[in-house]
């Protein structure tokens, strides 16, 4: 996986708790609402960690939108709150979209941390 190591360590320590796991899922669902056929559901593989496998499970997720309408990849990302940047700099890095699944998935995260904390 292309995950930048220290950001990796940071999110892991997030994703070892179930509920934040599902409510950062819910999160990524509610951005997805309807430009998605399909719901985003984290299918665990124990070969990988569990930030991995929401990588891994979201990235057709992104071709899929990516390949059916352009748009509508770009209003989800707009959804999610990524920086163009972000975004147009992990497309240009490959093709496998995993950088943008990274970067989505960090910033759901990041969403979910937020409102917990000050809820």
Partial sequence: ???????NNELNG????RQFVESTVAQINKDLLGLSYADFVLH???????????????????LELSKRQPEQLSQFIYRVDLPEKKFHSALAENQSYEKLAYLIIEREAQKVFLRQKFS
């Fill in 1 to 7: 996986m292309g995950i930048p190591a220290k950001q």
């Fill in 44 to 62: 665990e593989n124990n070969e990988f960690t569990i930030l991995e496998n929401l990588i891994r499970n979201l990235q057709p997720i992104l």
């Fill in 14 to 17: 997030f994703f070892n708790q």
